[in-house]
Structure formats: C-alpha cells, structure tokens
C-alpha cells in the first residue's frame, strides 16, 4: 500500500513498551487491523502476526527482533515499532526508543508493573519519550484496572491520568466508560466496531466520582486547568484535554487507558489517544549532532539538509536494509549521501516503506519519517547520513556491555570458512552482539546479552547460513575493581634507545569510587568505572600530559590483575610528577600512566565482580518451598515472597552464572508450571569461595 505524504503534524513515531507476554504484539496486530494496513488479525499463539515475522519469534511465541510498521488512522500516518519485552533483547528496545517520538506502555491488568516494565520505563526516562499507558487483558481472571493504576504509580514514580473506567469484569468485561467525554463504549462479539451510548445508569455515579478525581489529579499539573477547577469547581472537556496533551508530552502524567486487545475491545480509543496527546515531529525539539565538535541543531523541516541516523541494519535473501529516522530534510531514490561517522558515500538505491517483513516503495522520505533503504553498503547502525554539502554527526544510540560469552565452532570443514562472516554479519546487526578469540584457546567467543540472546544468535546462524554451529558453555563477564588501593605510587618512565628518549615521572593515589550504579541498571553494589582528576601544582606536569597520563590508566583497565578481567569502580589522582626538557612527551607520560597504573593495581587490594539479576519467579504455591531451596543453592537473596493471581512471586538477586540452566530446572520442579523473569541489577562481589574456582591458578 503506497502511503502519501502527510504534513509533519500528522505523523506519530511511537514504539510499543512492556514486559515479555503483556500483550504487545497483539495490540500492533489489533492497530493493523483496525488501520486497514492488514485484512485479517494475526494472533501470536497461531503465529500468524505480522511483526513477529522471524521463524524464531513464531517458534518461540515472544518478540525478539524490532520491527517497523506503518499505517493510516484519522487523517494521521503512524509509524509504529513493536519492541521486545525479554531483558535478553533490551538493546533492540534502546535503539528504537532513540528515534521515537511517543510510546505506549502496555500492563497486564492482574500482574501490573512486571520488571521488565520497570526496565523499559526507566529507558524511555533516560530518552526522555513521552507516553501513554493501556492496561491489557481486562478479560483475564483477576484483572483489576485500579491495582495496576497502583502498582504504576507505586513502581514507576509517575501521576497516573485514568481516563476509563471498565464495564464489566473478567470474562464480563464489555466495553469502557470514556470519562473525558463521559460516554459508553461497548464491543459487542463478533464485531469489530464499538457501539456508543449513555453511561448505564449503574455506573453513573462511579463515573462522575472518577471523573472528578481525574479533574483534581489535572489540575494539581497544570495552572490552567486549576485555575478553572478553582473558580467553577470542575474543569470543561476542552480545558481537560488540552489539558491532559500537556501535561503527556512534558512527561509530567501518565494518561491511562484499558481494553483487550486480543478480543479487541478498547485499541480504537487507543489510537484516538495516540493522535490526540502523543507529539509529532514538529512537537519535539529540534535535533542536535555535531560538526567538527560545534553543536548544530536541524530542524524537522523537509526543506533543511538531510539528517538521517541509522538505528537498525537487517540482512534479507534478497540483500541489505538499512533502517533510519529522517529528522531534516528529503532524501529521495538515487540520491548520493554521505556517512558522516565513516567520511564515505553512500547511493540510496531504493526507499522502503515497511510493513514488517512486507515492503512498499516510496520515492522519497521526508522529516519524521522511519524507512528502511536499499542500496546503502557499509553504514553500521548508529551511523549518521546526511546531504553531502552539509555534513553533521547526530548522537548514536548507546550499545550496552555484553555479559554472557559462549565459545563457537563449525562441526565440519567447509562450514569453518563460512562461519566468520556470518558472525561478522550478526554483530553488524545487533551492536550489543561482539566477536572476538580467547587468547588461550584461539577459539572464537561470540559475547551478548544473556543466554536467550546467544541461543537466539546461534540459532540464526544455522537457519539462515546453513552452518553446522557447536557451542561451548556460557561464560559471564566478570570484572576486578579496588576494595583498598594505594597511595603515593611512584612510577619513572625512562627510555634511551639511540634516538629521542622518553621521559614522565608520576605519583598516583588510586581508591574505589564508591557504590555507584555501573550501567544505570540500579545495581546490588553496583561500582561506577572510572574517574581521574590531578591535583599537580606549579606546572610539574602540564595540563597536556596529565590528559595523557589519564588515557594511559584507562589503557590499563582493559585487564585486571587477578584473571584478566577489565577493571571498574576506582578513582586514580596524580598527585606529583616530572618531566624532561627533551624527552617528555605525551607519549611518555600515557606509558608512565600505563605502566603506573598496573603496578598500582597489583599493589592494590582487588575484589572480583559478577554480573546480578534481579528474579522475579512465579510458581504455585505447593512449589514454593523448592524454589526458595534452588535460589539459596544458586546463591540467590530472595528479597520478597507474595501471592498472586497465578501463585506465588518470589524475587531475588542470583549471580547471572547461576542462571544457565534455570529454565529447564524450574520446569522439572514445578511440573511445568513455573515461570521467571529477570532484569539486569549490575554487579556484585563474588564471595571468595566462589572467586577461587573462577580465577586462574
């Protein structure tokens, strides 16, 4: 379907948000539908969807890959990204969340705030995206619309707007009482339209009280609103739904919504929502990248050079994709643009509007849209285009550590030559994937998010190349960090070689930096990787030197004393130094820094860190007694234990090594019935029991 040009503010960039299994892809399937951009609702557990295209994704019945869609509703184009729920796969939710304008959390009417909710709300924080909220599955057996109103404000810090009420419960559940326009929707079954009405007379009162509660939570937000509130005690439906627009996109409320979408009730005032309070591009601010290290803004104008940044790179059958947000400009078919990361050219062969896995050609994309093009070789994702004539490097989105490796192989011979570029093409995709070789094996270690994540990497490789892969046990990224350090180290770098020599003297004080968050995960005890600072007086060691005494220490972290593994969480001040007239050099004194900074380490008091997960396991209640007893055997602190709808919920912190297997395990355990999740909570000391069968003799 070939989609005509709207005017920038009509277009919606907006990404679906939640945990594994909330209903994400159904509510894109139910948007498809509704928009006419599909003529038959996929369903996830018939692996029928449409943006849950990969084999793998329809196999395994989660979304593992984000995908892109596009579609018409009310006069507005939406471009929409379906992001994963499973914390194996949060770098694809970052990427997308970097290129988009607005963004729907969806919640689990029994569960609530799930983790992974909690992870991917703290992502679109950090993004600064605007949201709205739908809590699913009114029909299921335990929903309740005002507990997940709770746990949102409890668990996500926000001010929720409820702007519905349910009609009917569970299996009863028909329809919703729109409180803005204080108005009856109901879904029939076997229709896809809702009928609207009065508000039954039953739920008349309720409503006028929620209404009221949702005009006092508005106005104490916003001065326009209050000052009405104040003067006729009661605020009109204009002034509230403008009202509710703000306060949506400054971040200030949550306005929330409920439905189901798998019997689709309540997607359409979903959607109305998405147009009335979402921004489009024209509503955010300009985009900022950087030119020779000058900040430059360019506007969402399709008339202003081209700025486009390549947030996803997919490898089809049938040849490259590279998909990007355009924030300035036009670029057309055939045109010449430039990397401007890399410094080369690149020829826009073809441009793609897409539907998942389906494609539609478009002549030409203007600001505020996401396309995929076809014919661009080399930009990696991350990686700026821009018009040739005026070139501008825009912020990529932050790739996240690895934590989990496993050693790969080829089982046969002709698969061994194969097997380099197909990993080499998968770490292309997915930036949070790394390839590398184990200096004392020489064999390749393919490093990613969790064990899911590899399994799903590995998997790719033999379906889609044909390799016969083997695959080593998971290993975690373990890193060294300072418990006491050391002061006044004194290192001298002296070299005479017959030509220019080298000469830095240094004094380091080296120290933890403290219980700082590693990776903004709100880790255990969670250690902050480096800072440096000199406090040299009198010139002993100029400025240009200290700089370069700095990059040689952060040379020095890359490996720890114990076993190797890079070092984070310490504090390095040069405290004193000296130079030569001749001989000094920038490139003396990063080697003093270097060299300096290793011995410290050695002299230093080192403890060994392992990566934590936050557990949030759910079993039936004759189980949980196994479970706590599994969790304490894998080191685990269990930190909760309530009951719930499905059972019990147990959360703990457990050492990520301790989880390779744990799926399997619970299942046995729990005659199958036992489900976890987890999120990423940083790192912590491995005891030294543990640490000894980890680091080498």
Same mark, same amino acid.
């Given at each position: 379907m070939?989609?005509?040009?709207?005017?920038?503010?009509?277009?919606?960039?907006?990404?679906?948000?939640?945990?594994?299994?909330?209903?994400?892809?159904?509510?894109?399937?139910?948007?498809?539908?509704?928009? &006419?951009?599909?003529?038959?609702?996929?369903?996830?557990?018939?692996?029928?969807?449409?943006?849950?295209?990969?084999?793998?994704?329809?196999?395994?019945?989660?979304?593992?890959?984000?995908?892109?869609?596009?579609?018409?509703?009310?006069?507005?184009r939406?471009?929409?990204?379906?992001?994963?729920g499973?914390?194996?796969?949060?770098d694809?939710?970052?990427?997308?969340?970097?290129?988009?304008?607005?963004a729907?959390?969806?919640?689990?009417?029994?569960?609530?705030?799930?983790p992974?909710? $909690?992870?991917?709300?703290?992502?679109?924080?950090r993004?600064?995206?605007?949201?709205?909220?739908?809590?699913?599955?009114?029909?299921?057996?335990?929903?309740?619309?005002?507990?997940?109103?709770?746990?949102?404000?409890?668990?996500?810090?926000?001010?929720?707007?409820?702007?519905?009420?349910?009609?009917?419960? $569970?299996?009863?559940?028909?329809?919703?009482?729109?409180?803005?326009?204080?108005?009856?929707?109901?879904w029939?079954?076997?229709?896809d339209a809702?009928?609207?009405?009065?508000?039954?007379?039953?739920?008349?009162? $309720?409503?006028?009280?929620?209404?009221?509660?949702?005009?006092?939570?508005?106005?104490?937000?916003?001065?326009a609103?209050l000052?009405?509130?104040?003067?006729?005690?009661r605020?009109?439906?204009g002034?509230?739904?403008?009202?509710?627009?703000?306060?949506?996109?400054?971040?200030?409320?949550?306005?929330?919504?409920?439905?189901?979408?798998?019997?689709?009730?309540g997607?359409?005032?979903?959607?109305?929502?998405?147009?009335?309070?979402?921004?489009?591009?024209?509503?955010?601010?300009?985009?900022?990248g950087?030119?020779?290290?000058?900040?430059?803004?360019?506007?969402?104008?399709?008339?202003?050079?081209?700025a486009?940044?390549?947030?996803?790179?997919?490898?089809?059958?049938?040849?490259?994709?590279?998909?990007?947000?355009?924030?300035?400009g036009?670029?057309?078919?055939?045109?010449?643009?430039?990397?401007a990361?890399?410094?080369?050219?690149?020829?826009?062969?073809?441009?793609?509007?897409?539907?998942?896995d389906?494609?539609?050609?478009?002549?030409?994309?203007?600001a505020?849209?996401?396309?995929?093009?076809v014919?661009?070789?080399s %930009?990696r994702?991350?990686a700026?285009?821009?018009?040739?004539?005026?070139?501008?490097?825009?912020?990529?989105?932050?790739?996240?550590?690895?934590?989990v490796?496993?050693?790969?192989?080829?089982?046969?011979?002709?698969d061994?030559?194969?097997?380099?570029?197909?990993?080499?093409?998968?770490?292309?995709e997915?930036?949070?994937?790394?390839?590398?070789?184990?200096?004392?094996?020489?064999?390749?270690?393919?490093?990613?998010?969790?064990?899911?994540?590899?399994?799903?990497?590995?998997?790719?490789?033999?379906?889609?190349?044909?390799?016969?892969v083997?695959? &080593?046990?998971?290993?975690v990224a373990?890193?060294?960090?300072?418990?006491?350090?050391v002061?006044?180290?004194?290192?001298?770098?002296?070299?005479?070689?017959?030509?220019? &020599?080298?000469?830095?003297?240094?004094?380091?004080?080296?120290?933890?930096?403290?219980?700082?968050?590693?990776?903004?995960?709100?880790?255990?005890?969670?250690?902050?990787?480096?800072?440096?600072? %000199?406090?040299?007086t009198?010139?002993?060691?100029?400025q240009?030197?200290?700089?370069?005494?700095?990059?040689?220490?952060?040379?020095?972290?890359? $490996?720890?004393?114990?076993?190797?593994?890079?070092?984070?969480?310490?504090?390095?001040?040069?405290?004193?130094?000296a130079?030569h007239?001749?001989?000094?050099?920038?490139?003396?004194?990063?080697?003093?820094?270097?060299?300096?900074?290793?011995?410290?380490?050695?002299a230093?008091?080192?403890?060994?860190?392992?990566?934590?997960?936050?557990?949030?396991?759910?079993?039936?209640?004759?189980?949980?007694?196994?479970?706590?007893?599994?969790?304490?055997?894998?080191?685990?602190?269990?930190?909760?234990?309530?009951?719930?709808a499905?059972?019990?919920?147990?959360?703990?912190?457990?050492?990520?090594?301790?989880?390779?297997?744990?799926?399997?395990?619970?299942?046995?355990?729990?005659?199958?019935?036992?489900?976890?999740?987890?999120?990423?909570? &940083?790192?912590?000391?491995?005891?030294?029991?543990?640490?000894?069968?980890?680091l080498?003799?």
């Amino acid at each position: 379907m070939h989609l005509a040009v709207d005017p920038l503010t009509t277009v919606r960039n907006l990404g679906i948000l939640a945990h594994v299994d909330a209903g994400k892809t159904t509510v894109t399937e139910r948007i498809l539908y509704l928009t &006419g951009a599909t003529h038959k609702r996929g369903e996830v557990h018939e692996g029928t969807t449409v943006t849950d295209f990969d084999p793998q994704e329809r196999d395994r019945g989660i979304t593992i890959f984000a995908a892109a869609v596009s579609c018409d509703w009310a006069g507005h184009r939406i471009n929409l990204i379906d992001t994963p729920g499973h914390v194996d796969f949060s770098d694809e939710v970052e990427r997308s969340l970097r290129v988009l304008d607005g963004a729907v959390a969806v919640f689990d009417a029994v569960a609530g705030v799930e983790p992974q909710s $909690e992870s991917v709300w703290r992502q679109a924080d950090r993004h600064g995206v605007p949201r709205i909220a739908f809590v699913n599955k009114m029909d299921r057996a335990g929903a309740d619309l005002d507990s997940a109103v709770a746990s949102i404000r409890e668990r996500l810090r926000t001010v929720p707007l409820v702007v519905q009420m349910p009609i009917g419960r $569970e299996d009863g559940f028909t329809g919703v009482v729109d409180l803005l326009r204080m108005r009856a929707l109901v879904w029939h079954a076997g229709r896809d339209a809702f009928e609207e009405g009065p508000v039954p007379d039953g739920l008349a009162e $309720e409503a006028l009280r929620r209404r009221v509660l949702l005009e006092e939570a508005v106005a104490e937000l916003h001065p326009a609103a209050l000052e009405e509130f104040c003067e006729r005690s009661r605020v009109s439906d204009g002034t509230l739904a403008g009202a509710l627009r703000e306060v949506t996109r400054s971040g200030e409320g949550l306005v929330v919504l409920c439905g189901s979408a798998y019997r689709n009730r309540g997607v359409e005032p979903l959607l109305q929502a998405v147009v009335e309070l979402l921004p489009a591009p024209t509503d955010v601010p300009a985009v900022r990248g950087t030119l020779d290290g000058v900040s430059q803004e360019r506007p969402a104008d399709p008339a202003a050079p081209l700025a486009a940044l390549v947030f996803k790179v997919h490898s089809t059958s049938t040849g490259r994709l590279t998909f990007v947000r355009v924030y300035s400009g036009t670029v057309r078919k055939g045109d010449t643009v430039l990397d401007a990361g890399a410094g080369r050219t690149e020829r826009v062969g073809r441009i793609l509007r897409v539907q998942a896995d389906r494609h539609a050609e478009a002549d030409r994309a203007v600001a505020g849209d996401i396309v995929a093009l076809v014919g661009v070789k080399s %930009s990696r994702t991350g990686a700026t285009l821009c018009s040739p004539a005026a070139p501008l490097v825009l912020e990529p989105p932050t790739a996240a550590a690895p934590v989990v490796s496993v050693a790969v192989e080829a089982r046969g011979g002709p698969d061994a030559d194969r097997l380099v570029p197909a990993l080499a093409r998968l770490a292309e995709e997915d930036p949070s994937l790394t390839v590398g070789t184990d200096p004392e094996t020489g064999q390749t270690v393919l490093s990613g998010m969790g064990e899911l994540h590899l399994e799903v990497a590995v998997e790719k490789i033999r379906r889609a190349h044909g390799i016969r892969v083997g695959v &080593g046990r998971p290993r975690v990224a373990y890193r060294e960090t300072v418990a006491r350090g050391v002061t006044g180290l004194l290192y001298r770098h002296v070299k005479q070689d017959g030509g220019a &020599g080298q000469f830095a003297h240094v004094v380091l004080d080296v120290e933890a930096l403290g219980a700082v968050d590693d990776a903004g995960t709100g880790g255990t005890t969670g250690t902050g990787g480096f800072a440096f600072r %000199s406090t040299v007086t009198g010139g002993r060691v100029p400025q240009e030197y200290a700089r370069a005494v700095e990059a040689g220490c952060r040379d020095a972290l890359a $490996e720890g004393p114990l076993g190797g593994h890079p070092v984070t969480g310490l504090r390095v001040t040069l405290t004193d130094g000296a130079t030569h007239p001749k001989d000094s050099s920038e490139t003396a004194f990063r080697a003093a820094g270097r060299f300096a900074l290793r011995e410290a380490l050695r002299a230093a008091e080192m403890v060994l860190l392992e990566p934590v997960v936050e557990v949030t396991v759910t079993v039936p209640d004759d189980a949980v007694g196994g479970v706590l007893g599994d969790l304490a055997a894998r080191r685990g602190r269990v930190s909760g234990s309530t009951a719930g709808a499905g059972g019990a919920v147990v959360t703990a912190t457990v050492p990520l090594a301790e989880l390779f297997g744990y799926a399997s395990r619970l299942r046995g355990r729990t005659q199958g019935r036992g489900t976890f999740t987890t999120r990423a909570a &940083g790192y912590a000391p491995v005891p030294s029991a543990v640490a000894a069968g980890v680091l080498p003799r």
